[in-house]
């Protein structure tokens, strides 16, 4: 008898929920991560970052794991063909221990190696790990979902609070999984690890946010997490989209430090529930009657987007540490994505699509809802008249320009473009495309 446990979106080994109950059976653990090809093979850069991070995170696995006499078997290519492959050279597999993915792709994939698997007669133990709650645990009275945050967030609290494990809530109770480690599968044959370059990348020389984070961030959270040029947010979201660290030891620490703080965490399990329960957002609006609006497209001006070169210096800083960084502040985030969909009306996706190219910290549901809600036509959406103005952003939130020097070298001279649409302007054709949408 054997387990595989599976690696996808949760890669560590304390604190991991499927790998702790497939090494708590006793039964022997091999634990495996597949370089999927159906996702690499979409990338256009060739030194994407994520993939750096991965292979970087997949080596320090199995590093972790050769401690214990174990290694990580890693595998490149699609999963269903290795699952196949694996199973035709183990005839010892009979249990198969993974994480919950809540992305189409992710349960479309899951479903045909389930069905590989019954038809081996091979069990499959999923669990949740990603989140605190999963798309049904938070349900308005009714059954129905919560589509506005608020009320979402004060039911996910009551939850919280509804079962203790000792003094913690019981949803927040870790899962020492380092402490069955005698079951990980004993090392045995090779076990090299596919390199960047046989795969067909190469190093990114973009440098990755630290896994620790210091203690007075999060507690000065509430007050300094708004301004750009301040180091006031926790640059934690590559580690949440990967499950290099753990979601319950993180909201753990958020319930003493932060309640702000854990606020975000729980946008973060809104999101996720709005795409399992609607998955159309994943490519169209939330709100139908949005699809009525009358995009605009101008390449030139995309571009200057993309490029951080519209005139508007809290756009074109925003846009600048993106491509240099991968990371962009959420102040800011908000300031672009409003700027491409209502000062140049173009459609969210195309900006969507940008920044799941760019962010370390892409992930699919939060990034819908993030450029849905600034578009108007998320779940709680910012209404379409509520157009942010760039320049009183700078104002409130960058009044020394100190963020905006940071990434515009140029700004103040001659060099810096005059801005490419004016505000007035823009807002006036805005609002008219939406009600004309609306009506
Ligand atoms: C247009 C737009 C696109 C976005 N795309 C993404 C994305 O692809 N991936 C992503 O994780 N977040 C996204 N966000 C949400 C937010 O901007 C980032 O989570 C945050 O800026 C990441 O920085 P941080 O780790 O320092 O976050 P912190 O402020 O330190 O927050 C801690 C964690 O809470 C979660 N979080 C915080 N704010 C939100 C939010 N509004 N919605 C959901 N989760 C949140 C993230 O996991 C984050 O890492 C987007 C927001 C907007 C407006």
Redesign the pocket.
Known sequence: MKNIFWFRRDLRLQDNAGLYHALRSGIPTQCIFIFDTNILDKLNDRTDARVSFIHQVVLNLNGQLKEYGSQLKVYYGEPVAVWKNILKNDPDITSVYTNRDYETYALDRDEKVYQLLAARDVKLHTYKDHVIFEKDEVLKKDGTPYTVFTPYKKKWIEKLHSKKAGQLSYYFKSYPSVKYSSSLAKKNGGNEIISLETMGFSQSSISF?DIEVKQKIIKE?GEK?NFPAVHG?????IH??FGTISIREKARRAEQLSDV?LS??V??D??SQILSHFPKVETSAFRDKYEKVKWRYEESEFHAWCQGKTGYPMVDAGMRELNETG????RV??I??SFLTKHLLMDWRL?EAY??EK?L????A??S???Q??AGCGTDAAPYFRIFNPTSQQVKFDKDFVYIKRWIKEWGTADYPEPIVDHKYARERCLKAYKEALA
Do not use: Q
């Open positions: 946010p959270y997490r947010t926790s640059r934690l979201g949440f989209r703080y975000e965490l946008w973060r809104f999101y990371y962009m502040h959420n985030r908000m672009v994505a900006g920044f799941a962010l910290d892409f992930d699919l939060s990034n809802g993030g450029w809600w600034a």
